[in-house]
């Protein structure tokens, strides 16, 4: 057997080992080398041309083509899922206080089942979030033995961030900008979805700027109306939306920061009044505000329906009692009515997967409506 280093072997094997250099021809060698680089370098053309090619950046886009032009293939694909309808022409699922779940953190009372990720992978649409701010606690830190020791920072607490762990706040704690980038990174892994978000805003202008600033990518996706004259033209075709990336909108219910692409609800939507009451038998739709009613007419313009459906405290007993039949009858024969003839944009509810016997739930009532369209 021959015994080969084939680290030394030529592209053959049977290739015999060359004797190794002397010393001199090693230098030689290396002068050769040397020259012929030196050569090289002094040509035009030849190796320091591909090395500054090499280094050049690549070349810009043609002045006035947006970074995210969508392809062919993406407008088909929007075409298909949302054909012609525009943004007031269709329903989403939406849940109530989102962020008080089981799963985001440790609430004691929630009204979802399931983390906003989770919610978003299931169908839901719309989520309402409550905003406050928060002014880090020396005190909380030390009785909390080092667990809550949170920065100042926007944070979802449903009141006050400081009065009662798992009640009105809930540990670990949700930043708004942390539910926000859950969002963001949803609609960026699901190229054909449109989400909007409910603030119940209780923060500054400067503190959301703030706190939306760190969302990364969230600029890109936000809609902003003024820049698409809805007030003039209407809600865009959601097609239209998908293919522009502008697949974001937020609204508040605080008027001054429009700026931040941040829609004051009361001008650009009507809403009905958010509670069935204690015992859920409320079944009236008026409305939430005096001076918008729901079946508020303005020229070239329709603005967004929102539909409440929940009770002033949450139970999965008294959803599953409210999400089924009575949500779809109460659209049908009280808040469609009430609202001259439009079915809802979004139905908010509480755990929405739940619902009664009827076959009936949240998300079929809501793929009912579209289908009405």
Known sequence: ????????????????????????ALRTLRTLRTLVCLLLLALPGTAATASATAARPPAAAPSGTPAGTPSAATE??????????????????????????????????????????????????????????YERSTWLCVISFGSDCYPSDVYLCHGDCKTFAGATYALPRQSFHGTMQTVVDFLAAHPQEVVTVFLEDYVSAEQLRQSLGRVRGLSDMVFRPDEWGVRQNGWPKVADLVTSGKRLLIFSDRSDRENLGVMYDRSWTVSNFWSLGDLGNDLTCVSRWSDVPLDRQEPGFRRLFTMSHHRNVPTVLTAALDNGAKLRNRIAEQCRPAAGGRDPNFVSVDFHRLSDSSGHSPASIVAELDARR
Do not use: C, I
């Open 76 to 133: 088909a694909a929007a075409d298909a899922r949302w054909g012609d309808r525009r943004l007031d022409e269709v329903s989403f699922l939406t849940t109530h206080n989102a962020f008080t779940n089981y799963q985001d953190s440790r609430w004691t009372s929630v009204n979802q089942s399931e983390s906003v990720r989770a919610q978003l992978e299931g169908g839901v649409r719309g989520l309402s979030l409550d905003t406050h701010w």
């Open 1 to 24: 057997m021959v015994d080969m280093d084939m680290k030394q072997a030529g592209p053959f094997l049977g290739r015999p080992r060359r004797a190794p250099r002397s010393g001199r």
